[in-house]
């Protein structure tokens, strides 16, 4: 058997529809992508039991489109808007505050002041509107270039890079207090 690891993402979403190679072609693609759509889907919902929820979602959804042999030009895009759409159901159906300061940091051995910083930046992502925390999400901690997350929102590249920079003014204000403390 090759390494389906040479393979693009189009080839692999291509091969899932095949039944001898569809379980590896997933499996290769889940390793590209899980741990990012985990974290966008955490940083968007907040609550972990909701991120897990839609992360999970997001796959099955996944799977069903490219064993129907459905055609995507971007794959890495089209797994992103399967994530955003259901982060956006789930807030909607729930309508409840997201609490961010549920979210445990993997690396244990940071200094305080960076764990400090952290959990101050992510209680002002949760004081960010949805599409300000979302386009702040996918560019700034993604690294999505805004042509792509325009394909994945929907919204024009201006638009989305007015969004990424007032959720950076709003987040300086939000911390501006804090960081002087630090001083």
């Known amino acids: 058997m090759t ?4 393979n693009t993402d189009s080839e692999l979403f291509g091969m899932i529809a095949l039944p001898d190679r569809a379980e590896r072609a997933f499996a290769e693609l889940y390793n590209r992508y899980s741990q990012k759509v985990y974290l966008y889907c955490r940083k968007v919902l907040g609550a972990e039991s909701d991120a897990r929820d839609v992360f ?3 796959w099955m959804k996944f799977h069903t489109a490219a064993a129907k042999n459905t055609d995507v030009g971007n794959v890495s895009g089209y797994l992103f808007r399967i994530a955003r759409n259901l982060c956006l159901n789930r807030k909607r159906d729930t309508m409840q505050l997201i609490a961010l300061d549920e979210i445990r940091h993997a690396v244990h051995d940071q200094p305080y002041e960076q764990r400090e910083l ?3 930046l992510d209680r002002a992502l949760d004081l ?8 702040f999400v996918l560019h700034e901690m ?3 270039p805004y042509d792509e997350i325009s394909v994945i929102t929907g919204d024009t590249v201006p638009a989305l ?5 007032r959720a950076r003014k ?5 911390l501006a207090p804090f960081l002087e403390e630090m001083k």
């Open 3 to 6: 390494p389906l690891s040479r």
């Open 56 to 58: 999970q979602e997001t």
């Open 118 to 120: 952290m959990s101050l």
């Open 128 to 135: 960010l509107d949805t599409d300000y925390r979302e386009a």
């Open 142 to 144: 993604e690294g999505f």
């Open 161 to 165: 890079k007015n969004r990424v920079w």
């Open 170 to 174: 709003q987040i300086r204000s939000f």
